[in-house]
């Protein structure tokens, strides 16, 4: 079993540009989460889907679009990046949301 | 917003001596998680403790709860160089579908 996977680990986008950062697991999770997390700082919500089919915002979802594609995949947009985008993004599942959760390796995120 | 506050942010031992981090939250809660995150790396579960609990041991590991002063610790006993990350608390959040997550504190353990 892999796990969380996530790609890619490492982008660097224009201010304006816009990418899909992609997450699935196998693990056969209801619940799936999208996290930053900045230098010193613990992980913030960005969008989360309780289970396929919803998709509920987070503490930070401004600038972001979620989509659930199917119980094993979660992708994330960023439409138009902005530098203060630049970050370490975590994608995690789990079952059911409030138990464990099990997170992908993280893709690094750089806004110029 | 953040629901647990790590303390100390930073520790540094030597490598052999028990290593204690805490936890403080602010409103009441089912479950605290403890995560580990090596640097540059995802996080990684460590130990749940359910709010009827107040003690829970899993190997080196020894998380205690007490509700009452909303708060939790981590002790790692006999410290190794591979204990050296950043250690995170994780409390429930609204809805029961999101942990509220703790600033972190960064243990370092020296040879």
Not at chain 2, 13 to 34: D, R
């Amino acid at each position: 079993n892999a796990g969380v996977t996530q790609t890619p680990k490492f982008q660097v986008l224009k201010t304006g540009q816009s990418m899909t950062l992609q997450c699935a697991q196998d693990m056969n999770h209801n619940s799936m989460y999208w996290y930053r997390q900045d230098p010193g700082m613990g992980l913030r919500l960005i969008y989360y889907s309780a289970s396929e089919g919803t998709t509920d915002k987070g503490e930070v979802p401004n600038g972001y679009n979620v989509s659930r594609l199917n119980k094993r995949e979660f992708s994330l947009r960023l439409e138009s990046a902005a530098p203060s985008q630049t970050s370490v993004y975590f994608c995690a599942s789990s079952d059911p949301g409030w138990e464990t959760q099990y997170f992908g390796p993280g893709t690094r995120l750089l806004v110029l | 917003s953040q629901q647990g506050e790590e303390d100390p942010q930073a520790l540094s031992i030597q490598e052999g001596e028990n290593a204690t981090m805490n936890c403080s939250y602010k409103t009441s809660i089912n479950n605290l998680q403890w995560y580990r995150q090596n640097s540059g790396r995802g996080l990684v579960h460590l130990i749940l403790i359910r709010s009827n609990e107040r003690e829970k041991h899993s190997g080196r590991l020894r998380v205690t709860l007490d509700t009452s002063k909303k708060s939790s610790s981590l002790l790692i006993t006999a410290s190794r160089a591979a204990d050296t990350a950043s250690y995170f608390c994780a409390t429930d959040g609204p809805g029961n579908y999101q942990l509220i997550w703790g600033a972190g504190t960064k243990l370092i353990i020296k040879p």
